[in-house]
């Protein structure tokens, strides 16, 4: 999409998870599309009409692209056909429904309730053991809840916020606040945790890039009753719920 023009846009129902604008097509039609990016778990495409294009892929969305015009006929789950000037055709096939794609004017996407409360990224410079002590500060909820808060850390997801308490040696049940002091500064956990978080995201980004990389792909995330990975830990895994997600630690080296 990056640098090209949107020639024609087809939606082939009207809704996904909410309903798409009644001018979605007309909106995008004879657009470009100045850039791709992401915050959080959203795509950002801003346009040349100062509207920015936002999409989620839900829980089973994805992008098919193809770049020659003949193909096969849309599938029942092809939901939205971007057609590019460049020639590609951009497919968003979603079976469950739970995508989101609206358009809003570039300048209000601060105000939006979601991106406007959103954390800092996991991988960026402003993402560190100070910024994750001080939104830890006073939380009474477990670390592992906290963690799974945008407004915490934006974009990290329960695989990987799992894999970075196992790294950090912290159980995904001790208090959030324990790893701040009475000021909310940072404490040693809170330092292991920053550190672990980027290590585990880091890990998955260069599996994507190597794939002979993904050999044993998880430490502890659905390894329940398995040995714990640790060098010299003898414990072995479990599993929980919390905030109706599962959760796998070892409680022998995660305090």
């Known amino acids: 999409m990056a640098g090209a023009r949107f020639d024609r846009v087809e939606v082939r129902r009207p809704d996904l998870r909410t309903a798409f604008p009644s001018t979605f097509s007309a909106r995008l039609t004879g657009e470009t ?16 009409s100062d509207d920015t294009l936002l999409m989620h892929l839900g829980m089973s969305g994805s992008f098919d692209v193809q770049r020659h015009q003949a193909g096969e006929p849309p599938g029942r789950h092809d939901h939205v056909i971007f057609y590019m000037s460049s020639g590609a055709i951009v497919t968003f096939n979603d079976p469950r429904r739970f995508g ?38 006073g939380r009474k909820v477990s670390l592992k809840i ?56 880091n890990e998955a980004i260069e599996r994507q890039v190597r794939p002979s990389y993904r050999s044993g792909r998880f430490r502890v995330y659905d390894r329940e009753a398995e040995r714990c990975r640790r060098a010299g830990c003898r414990g072995t895994i479990r599993r929980r719920t919390q905030g109706g997600r599962s959760t796998f630690y070892c409680p022998a080296c995660q305090r």
Do not use: W
Not at 103 to 123: D, F, I, K, N, Y
């Open 146 to 201: 906290a963690l799974l808060d945008q407004r915490v850390v934006a974009g990290l997801g329960n695989i990987y916020a799992v894999e970075a308490l196992h790294v950090a040696g912290l159980s995904p049940e001790r208090l959030a606040s324990t790893i701040a002091t009475p000021s909310g500064a940072p404490r040693a956990s809170a330092h292991r945790l920053a550190a672990a978080i980027k290590k585990v995201l």
């Open 33 to 48: 599309a100045l850039a791709v990016e992401r915050r959080a778990k959203y795509l950002l495409v801003p346009l040349s």
């Open 100 to 137: 989101l794609m609206d358009l809003l004017p570039t300048r209000s996407l601060s105000a939006h309730p979601v991106l406007g409360t959103l954390g800092p990224e996991p991988l960026s410079a402003a993402f560190t053991a100070s910024t994750l002590a001080r939104a830890c500060h």
